[in-house]
């Protein structure tokens, strides 16, 4: 089976295909056959974030282009048997565009579309890389919008342990870096600034540690970080933005590991995965892998070009649905608040 993804929940304009072989009973994991992602980080760039309206245009003046190069040389368009694209959750707008695109091509080359939550394709993100992992996996999707913690039972069952309550962990770094004054995305500055600060030389507060449950708060710790700035600042003894960053960062580590650790015990699954934007981030993997490691289990993560968005991820869940019997109808529409587990 031949499956085309299309991604554009947010601000990468993202196609892939995919082949999953019909006798592929049980655990198939499609083989990945391109994976193209055009990414609008320079148009939001200067704005400090991404703009819905400028996204959504982009998509709209990308999305045939990139469909395109997916399939060059790969196949015959005419050949593709299922198109798989995230319908939520994401910008309203951006999501209309992969929506329209996928149901138009559906009935031009009469093909099955899948519909397809952006949360699950980054949990199955996993598997792409990792082929002989097998579920139970507990995996922290850590992205630009979503933190939360998922004890992943099967292929389509999912346990949602716990969420962000606030801000997601990547808001948290890209409002730390504004802080900063350090540019956007902040993901990747934060990371790279730390890496020559003193992660000791200020205590941030770890949110919700003092709780059960497996719920995040970022809201807290941002704000933490801007108030420390800015008093810093008025007392003219303004702190190197590397300690701040390192700082921060060490705070953020330390709440993913007393969770992750936390729900490993609870559950005894030594599986553990981290996905989504942030999961890009090498110190935080190596954090998580030691604490993992030191509670006996293995840790995962689905490599960079899977971790934050793109296409590849969706194609592989549309084509494991689609093995699976689900093909939904071309009157489905964006659902711009979709949960994991279905509508909100
Ligand atoms: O998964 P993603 O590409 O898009 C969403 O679905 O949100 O995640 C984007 C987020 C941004 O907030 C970005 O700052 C963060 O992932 N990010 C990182 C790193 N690279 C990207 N956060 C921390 N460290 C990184 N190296
Ligand atoms: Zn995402």
């Given at each position: 089976?031949?499956?085309?993804?299309?991604?554009?929940?947010?601000?990468?304009?993202?196609?892939?295909?995919?082949?999953?072989?019909?006798?592929?009973?049980?655990?198939?994991?499609?083989?990945?056959?391109?994976?193209?992602?055009?990414?609008?980080?320079?148009?939001?760039?200067?704005?400090?974030?991404?703009?819905?309206?400028?996204?959504?245009?982009?998509?709209?003046?990308?999305?045939?282009?990139?469909?395109?190069?997916?399939?060059?040389?790969?196949?015959?368009?005419?050949?593709?048997?299922?198109?798989?694209?995230?319908?939520?959750?994401?910008?309203?707008?951006?999501?209309?565009?992969?929506?329209?695109?996928?149901?138009?091509?559906c009935i031009g080359i009469d093909a099955d579309l899948v519909a397809v939550n952006h949360l699950e394709a980054h949990i199955y993100s996993t598997f792409l890389a990792i082929k002989d992992l097998r579920p139970p996996v507990i995996t922290l999707l850590v992205s630009g919008g979503h933190t939360?913690?998922?004890?992943?039972?099967?292929?389509?069952?999912?346990?949602?342990?716990?969420?962000?309550?606030?801000?997601?962990?990547?808001?948290?770094?890209?409002?730390?870096?504004?802080?900063?004054?350090?540019?956007?995305?902040?993901?990747?500055?934060?990371?790279?600034?730390?890496?020559?600060?003193?992660?000791?030389?200020?205590?941030?507060?770890?949110?919700?540690?003092?709780?059960?449950?497996?719920?995040?708060?970022?809201?807290?710790?941002?704000?933490?970080?801007?108030?420390?700035?800015?008093?810093?600042?008025?007392?003219?003894?303004?702190?190197?933005?590397?300690?701040?960053?390192?700082?921060?960062?060490?705070?953020?580590?330390?709440?993913?590991?007393?969770?992750?650790?936390?729900?490993?015990?609870?559950?005894?699954?030594?599986?553990?995965?981290?996905?989504?934007?942030?999961?890009?981030?090498?110190?935080?993997?190596?954090?998580?892998?030691?604490?993992?490691?030191?509670?006996?289990?293995?840790?995962?993560?689905?490599?960079?070009?899977?971790?934050?968005?793109?296409?590849?991820?969706?194609?592989?869940?549309?084509?494991?649905?689609?093995?699976?019997?689900?093909?939904?109808?071309?009157?489905?529409?964006?659902?711009?608040?979709?949960?994991?587990?279905?509508?909100?």
């Open positions: 089976m031949l499956v085309l993804g299309i991604e554009t929940s947010c601000d990468e304009t993202a196609a892939s295909l995919c082949h999953l072989p019909e006798n592929s009973c049980g655990w198939g994991v499609p083989r990945i056959l391109s994976n193209v992602v055009a990414s609008q980080e320079e148009l939001h760039g200067p704005f400090g974030g991404v703009v819905p309206e400028i996204a959504s245009r982009a998509h709209a003046e990308l999305i045939s282009e990139i469909i395109e190069r997916a399939v060059e040389g790969k196949a015959d368009l005419q050949n593709v048997d299922c198109v798989g694209v995230t319908y939520g959750p994401g910008l309203i707008g951006a999501l209309l565009v992969g929506v329209a695109a996928a149901k138009a091509l939360m913690l998922v004890l992943m039972e099967a292929f389509g069952k999912y346990l949602v342990l716990g969420e962000t309550v606030d801000d997601a962990c990547g808001e948290a770094f890209d409002k730390v870096a504004r802080v900063l004054e350090l540019g956007y995305p902040g993901g990747p500055i934060i990371e790279k600034t730390a890496k020559e600060g003193d992660s000791q030389s200020v205590c941030f507060p770890r949110a919700m540690l003092n709780r059960e449950g497996y719920d995040f708060s970022f809201s807290g710790l941002k704000t933490a970080v801007a108030n420390h700035v800015r008093g810093t600042r008025q007392l003219g003894r303004s702190r190197k933005a590397e300690d701040v960053a390192a700082s921060f960062q060490l705070a953020v580590a330390d709440v993913l590991c007393a969770r992750v650790v936390c729900a490993m015990r609870e559950f005894g699954i030594p599986s553990v995965a981290i996905v989504g934007g942030v999961a890009a981030n090498g110190y935080l993997r190596e954090r998580i892998a030691e604490a993992v490691n030191a509670a006996g289990g293995s840790f995962y993560y689905p490599g960079l070009e899977y971790c934050t968005d793109n296409a590849a991820m969706v194609a592989a869940t549309a084509a494991v649905k689609r093995a699976g019997g689900v093909v939904s109808s071309l009157e489905i529409e964006a659902e711009p608040s979709l949960r994991l587990n279905g509508k909100a």
